[in-house]
């Protein structure tokens, strides 16, 4: 039982779950929740993928890319934010 | 010898996967949000112990901080919006206009057979993970080789900066699409106060800011071994900006429109003009002349930072500071 | 004369360019729209004139354009498609006096010339096509000129028929594009070539050979109203009257028969598609046809419906006089290509006149037009007894040759087939003459005796009429349709 | 110190620069945008000439080459798509001109031109890339920049369109992200060139499943089509044109990139997206027949449109993929071309009319005739009628599909394209049918120089097919499908 082994498979189990969310959840707020769940699952497999046995060093490329991965989901999350407040006044407009 | 740390590591797991799933099921959409933070703050954690602090510290100021407060502050804007409703119809009497439009509910068996769908997915791409190579070739060696010539110490920000500099400059497009796209989406939404230090905030603060200090402490540990972490830097600058929204220390104004705009494009612009002026006397473009290249990557660095900080905090604002004319929209 | 080797693009381009100028004339521009139309059409008349010198001095020409690798777009101008360019050129010019006559004041003219002239630009294209491909190219590009035409009165009668035509010939294009893809496929060229492209192939794989003549003879059978394909095209009469003529005469049923004369003897070869067992069949449904065609339109009131039941079993002639096999048959087929369009462009534009005249639009109300409309009643007499097969006429000349060439290939059943066609012939247009001859219009009292049609509808049809008499009484000229034919069968047995 | 400009850097960095420059000056925001229009078109014109003359570019970023830095390479398809992009877009951005130019639209205006022109620099980044992280990155940012465009309007119902396709996105990419993560697992590297030859393990059979589930999602093939119609529909109609026209193209490219380095692991996977393809054909067909809308009608078409592309991707099964992608290369760019105008065409008749319902179009005494005119030109081509480029992609697919066995392909085009006809004729019928007006009707309404553009569009989409032959051997430059370029 190695870490990577652990947690590739957690990876997997959140992205999974993530699926699950985005697919059958109905709120709003939740889905994009479950999306982000995907995206930390993703992220857990490159990151054990860069994973080497100590004393030797990771494999930096992986991290960069998880990085990056993190910068473009928080972006698409507060569009995707933006669009659900907007939807909920619109809403709100129409039934008034 | 690895024992207790194994324990660790499964311990670890299973609290990480048990928060996913409770962050989808519980009721509640604020404890839904809190235990997201827990669950993206032991995520960091995670990977601290898989020897990725850039990641961990990225995740846990981005992912969770930053996500964190911008699904509150749309939580708040919902019950806003939704309380107003429930208020006007109470006051006007006329009619009993529901809080919120509820989706039709979904057939108790689509979901059982997507959940099944998901659940072979995922036991596909698990027996696949077994299948892999469990250290795969990687780029290990290439960036050995490569870090000398590279202008920076630190590995990831090699990567981040120089090796792939393009994947980075494209992210930071990614977040100037964000704050555009943003931007035009909420143009003229009605004027919601500002979500302030209430109920709902004090428990996000009492969760994320102890987080921060952490974080930046880190940050500063990290800066001493690497100059970078653009990334890091903003968040936690970005959160700054947060507070000072928060605590109305800072009222965004339509006349700081230009400023802000200015700031979201200053990293692209910086990192972009200087990825394409380097490309002279048979270099390409993104290749910094070595002897330039750590005052090149700083450089970029500063103006990145900048800018995310500042497009980070305006995520979060939302709304573009227009003055609305009085009782409506300007436009749709 | 100098040699221009671009000649058959420019004949092409004199009314595929004018129809852009005509969509964008604004609708009151009538004159000038009138010029246009007349100009070119006049243009290309004698463009084609020259053309066929030239053809006849045996000039060959030859445009090609690679669309795709190997595959080309093709013009040629060989006899057979001089015969096809001349009928459509001279047609279109006395289609399109008549149409500016006929449409004087009606809406959207714009349009419909604009159309008009695109429907003929596609018909020259298929008698130019030098492969299958660029046929297939025209053969649509027919089908969508002429739906806006079909349609021009755009109510709900009219909008339901040009959805029955839309439905089938794009269906049989579709068809046609399959049949091309086979041909393709199995031939590796598309080619028309005297002789057939496919003797090898056929030889190898006589299956898929038999196939692609079914696919192929399927696709041309929708525009060239072969039973049991035939059903839109009594429908495609709301159309009005010059449309139907050009439809009937010229453009949809002669391109449908054109493209079975070229399949049969430029893509099979008569040859191989008679040792693959195809020809016989093929005669025996044109047969059937005939049959059909003449005993449904004898149970027609309307007069446009009676006549487009009759080009349904006379547009199966020259598919039988294909399909016989036989070189004086070819002649008898070829033949009747002209003469059939030149005694239908008549009546139709007779019928036109009628009901733009005197609002006669039923058989049952012919009574005494034809001392009302003399003239246009004439043309019409004149063309249906060409029809019947009364010599010295052009239909008589066309069944004649068809005859001896069925019993040249042996066949002598075609000699009954045509003698009972000919006698349902009269038994439907008989009646019809004698109505409006003999007559009293007692029931029309109200009509004026001498209603006043513009020169514009008057002379067309009479033009045509005297041609079919041309074409019957000196068939043995040179350059009659007749010598010409015999040109072209010479060449496609000869190879 | 002079500068080497690479053409392909421009053609990426141009759109970028003026997103900056139109963001920061919202005044002069549709000059700045017709000019970065017109001078990536230029960049892409000079990179078309140096692929011409020289073959396939290679640039790498950074001068440390692939595995560890990003290669840009530009190819015949890839030059041809990116020519689709800039002409299409130069002729949608002059259309947007007029219509966006309404007095309550100035908001729409400001933001227009930047979220192109992000839109834009990512497309054309896909168009170059050959690393698959960077194509990640360069989905997000087609995705973000799609979604504003969208939700222009600002309506309900393109804001609730817009958020699903939102949903759907992410979704889309992070299944791509996930299926990168595999290849780094598998292979360690991430660039095109160190995907070939790969044996097909598990892991690399999960990644190009995730990879192309993802890309599936953001192209709508069916049945993960569900976000497009709405998202089409309901936005403006300069944005339908750009999402219709070109956005799908992206991830579809991506799809045939992938199959040329890293092949379908099976026969019977490829007839799986065959079958997919049909799925679309046929059921996108059925929608588009009872669509009410125009515009939904035409968002329906997409779906079969896509669908059909796919079909000709799998035409002729695994040992014909070195040549399907040719027949998908032309429809692709086929499509583009005719959506494009048939979008902006229907956006003119929407504003000429004032509604686009279909079953009324045919009350209104106002007839945009040049709209309805460039509409039918378009749908001639959608349709695959001679001599269109449409007809072209659709006789490269029936020819390799027949050459090879593959009847049930040329079935399915065949019925494909019967009710392309029938969803079509409604329109039509809608168009030339008068007895339904009780007011006059005047034949030459709504002419306007906003018609300009879609009619040129339109034109190109049948004049192209004409074309073919020299587009197709453009295509093949530097791009031997199944040879190490």
């Not at chain 3, 009937?248 to 598609?273: D, L, N, S």
Request: net charge neutral; with cysteine; hydrophobic share 60%.
């Amino acid at each position: 039982m190695t870490p990577d082994l652990i947690y590739g498979l957690t990876g997997i189990a959140v992205f999974g779950i993530g699926l699950v969310g985005a697919l059958c959840v109905q709120e709003r707020l939740r889905r994009v929740l479950a999306l982000k769940l995907c995206s930390v699952g993703a992220g857990f497999v490159l990151v054990v993928g860069a994973w080497r046995e100590p004393p030797e060093m990771p494999d930096p490329v992986p991290h960069a890319l998880v990085i990056t991965g993190i910068v473009v989901m928080v972006s698409a999350t507060a569009v995707a934010l933006a669009l659900i407040r907007r939807l909920q006044t619109l809403e709100a407009t129409d039934e008034r | 010898m690895t024992d207790p740390l194994v324990i660790f590591d499964l311990l670890l797991a299973l609290s990480i996967v048990a928060l996913a799933v409770a962050s989808l099921s519980v009721r509640d959409l604020f404890a839904m949000i809190v235990l997201f933070i827990v669950f993206g703050l032991l995520s960091a954690l995670a990977w601290v112990r898989l020897s990725a602090p850039d990641v961990a510290l990225a995740e846990a100021a981005i992912g969770t901080g930053v996500t964190g407060a911008l699904l509150l502050k749309t939580l708040h804007h919902l019950r806003f919006v939704a309380g107003g409703q429930g208020l006007r119809a109470g006051s006007g009497g006329t009619s009993m206009a529901p809080a919120a439009p509820v989706p039709v509910p979904v057939p108790v068996g689509v979901i059982l057979a997507n959940a099944a769908f998901c659940g072979l997915i995922t036991l596909g791409l698990a027996v696949a993970f077994l299948g892999a190579p469990s250290a795969g070739p990687g780029f290990d060696a290439l960036v050995a080789d490569a870090m000398p010539d590279s202008g920076v110490a630190h590995p990831v920000t090699g990567v981040l900066l120089n090796f792939r500099a393009y994947d980075t400059l494209m992210e930071v497009v990614v977040l100037l699409a964000a704050v555009v796209a943003v931007w035009q989406i909420e143009r003229g939404l009605s004027d919601a106060p500002a979500p302030v230090m209430g109920e709902v905030w004090q428990g996000f603060a009492r969760l994320a800011l102890p987080a921060i200090v952490v974080i930046g402490t880190y940050l500063l540990w990290v800066g001493a071994e690497a100059p970078g972490g653009a990334f890091q830097g903003g968040a936690v600058l970005a959160a700054v900006g947060l507070l000072l929204l928060l605590t109305r220390a800072y009222v965004p104004r339509p006349a700081h429109r230009g400023i802000a705009r200015g700031a979201f494009v200053l990293g692209t612009a910086a990192f972009a003009l200087v990825a394409l002026l380097v490309a002279s006397g048979g270099r390409v473009a993104f290749e910094y002349p070595l002897e330039h290249a750590k005052t090149l990557i700083l450089l970029i660095e500063g103006m990145v930072t900048l800018s995310i900080a500042v497009t980070l905090a305006a995520l979060f604002h939302g709304r573009e500071p227009v003055a609305l004319p009085k009782g409506g929209r300007d436009d749709t | 004369m100098m040699d221009a080797p671009l000649l058959p693009l420019f004949i092409l381009l004199t009314s595929l360019l004018a129809s852009p100028v005509l969509f964008a004339l604004p609708e009151r521009a009538a004159r000038l729209r009138t010029a246009i139309n007349l100009g070119m059409a006049a243009l290309k008349v004698m463009l084609v004139a020259w053309l066929s010198l030239k053809v006849a001095q045996g000039v060959i020409y030859d445009l090609r354009f690679e669309v795709l690798p190997g595959l080309e777009f093709k013009l040629q101008a060989d006899p057979l498609a001089i015969l096809f360019i001349a009928l459509s050129a001279v047609l279109w010019l006395i289609t399109t006096v008549y149409s500016v006559g006929y449409l004087e004041h009606g809406p959207h003219r714009a349009r419909f010339f604009g159309f008009f002239s695109l429907c003929v630009a596609a018909t020259v294209g298929i008698a130019m096509s030098g492969n299958l491909f660029t046929f297939l190219l025209f053969y649509e590009l027919l089908t969508l000129a002429t739906y806006p035409l079909v349609i021009h009165c755009g109510n709900a009668e009219a909008l339901r028929a040009g959805r029955t035509y839309l439905i089938y010939t794009l269906a049989g294009g579709l068809v046609l594009l399959l049949g091309t893809l086979g041909l393709w496929v199995l031939a590796g060229t598309t080619d028309f070539v005297p002789g057939g492209v496919l003797t090898d192939a056929a030889a190898q794989n006589p299956l898929a050979a038999q196939l692609l003549f079914v696919v192929l003879i399927g696709a041309l059978g929708v525009k060239a109203a072969l039973f049991p394909l035939h059903a839109w095209l009594p429908i495609a009469m709301v159309a009005p009257a010059p449309v139907s003529a050009l439809l009937h005469a010229v453009a949809v049923v002669k391109a449908g028969a054109f493209g079975i004369m070229r399949v049969v003897y430029e893509v099979f070869g008569i040859e191989t598609a008679q040792a693959l067992g195809m020809t016989a069949p093929l005669a025996a449904l044109a047969g059937v046809t005939i049959i059909y065609g003449s005993l449904k339109a004898i149970t027609q009131d309307d007069i446009k419906k009676r006549l487009a039941y009759s080009t349904v079993s006379q547009v199966s002639y020259i598919t039988l006089g294909v399909a016989l096999a036989s070189p004086i048959a070819a002649v008898g087929a070829l033949a009747h290509l002209i003469h059939q369009g030149l005694m239908k462009i008549t009546m139709f534009m007779a019928a036109g006149n009628l009901a733009e005249g005197l609002g006669v639009k039923k058989v049952s109300q012919m009574d005494g037009v034809g001392r009302a409309m003399p003239g246009t009643m004439l043309a019409f007499s004149l063309a249906a007894l060409g029809m019947i097969g009364l010599p010295p006429l052009a239909g008589f000349v066309s069944k004649w040759y068809l005859a001896q060439g069925g019993l040249e290939a042996g066949q002598g059943w075609v000699i009954a087939l045509l003698l009972g066609s000919s006698l349902l012939n009269a038994v439907y247009f008989l009646p019809m003459l004698h109505r409006a001859w003999f007559r009293d219009g007692a029931a029309d009292a109200g009509a004026p005796a001498r209603p006043r049609i513009g020169w514009m509808l008057a002379a067309p049809p009479v033009t045509t009429a005297v041609l079919v008499l041309v074409a019957g009484g000196f068939a043995n000229a040179p350059f009659s349709p007749l010598e010409w034919t015999r040109f072209i069968v010479d060449i496609e047995y000869l190879e | 110190m002079s500068v080497d400009i690479s053409a392909m850097m421009l053609a990426i960095f141009l759109p970028l620069f003026g997103a900056i420059a139109a963001f920061l000056l919202p005044r002069a925001a549709a000059l700045i945008g017709l000019v970065a229009l017109a001078l990536t078109t230029g960049a892409v014109i000079w990179l078309a000439r140096e692929v011409w003359q020289s073959g396939a570019v290679i640039l790498p970023l950074g001068g440390w080459g692939a595995p560890l830095g990003i290669d840009l390479r530009a190819d015949g398809l890839s030059v041809a798509m990116l020519a689709l992009t800039s002409a299409v877009g130069l002729l949608v951005s002059v259309s947007a001109l007029d219509a966006l130019k309404g007095a309550g639209q100035s908001r729409q205006r400001q933001y227009f031109w930047p979220l192109w022109l992000l839109l834009l620099t990512g497309i054309n980044g896909v168009y170059l890339s050959t690393d698959i992280f960077n194509l990640y990155v360069m989905i997000e940012v087609i995705a973000l920049a799609a979604v504003g465009l969208t939700v222009l309007s600002g309506t309900r119902a393109a804001v609730q369109a817009g958020l699903e396709y939102m949903y759907a996105s992410i979704l889309g990419a992070l299944l791509f992200l996930m299926g990168v993560g595999f290849v780094y697992l598998q292979l360690g590297r991430l660039d095109f060139a160190g995907l070939m030859d790969a044996e097909p393990t598990g892991a690399l059979i999960a990644a190009v499943a995730l990879m192309f589930v993802g890309l599936a999602l953001k192209t709508a093939l069916f049945p993960l089509h569900f976000w497009l119609p709405a998202a089409h529909a309901n936005a403006t109609a300069p944005a339908s044109a750009l999402l219709s026209g070109l956005v799908v193209k992206a991830a579809l490219y991506i799809v045939l990139r992938l199959a040329q380095y890293m092949p379908f692991p099976s026969e019977a996977l490829l007839t799986l997206v065959g079958m997919m393809g049909a799925g679309a054909v046929i059921w996108g067909g059925i929608q588009a027949l009872r669509a009410e809308r125009l515009k939904l009608l035409v968002a329906w078409s997409t779906v079969a449109q896509i669908g059909l592309i796919f079909v000709a991707f799998a035409r002729a099964g695994e040992l014909g993929l070195t040549e399907s992608w040719k027949a998908a290369a032309l429809l692709i760019l086929a499509h583009g071309v005719a959506k494009a105008a048939m979008f902006l065409a229907a956006g003119r008749i929407k504003d000429e009319i004032g509604h686009d319902v279909i079953r009324d179009l045919d009350r209104s005494p106002i007839r945009p005739t040049l709209a309805q005119f460039t509409f039918a030109l378009a749908a001639i081509s959608l349709i695959g009628l001679p001599p269109s480029l449409g007809f072209i992609g659709k006789w490269a697919l029936m020819e390799g599909a027949m050459a090879s066995g593959y009847w049930h392909w040329v079935v399915v085009t065949m019925v494909g394209t019967l009710m392309s006809v029938a969803y079509f004729s409604r329109v039509f019928a809608g168009f030339l049918r008068f007895d339904r007006v009780r007011a006059p009707v005047g034949e030459h309404q709504g002419w306007a120089l906003a018609d300009a553009a879609p009619l040129t569009l339109a034109f190109a989409a049948i004049g192209l097919g004409l074309m073919a032959a020299p587009i197709l051997s453009f295509l093949e430059i530097g791009y031997p499908f199944g040879v190490a370029p």
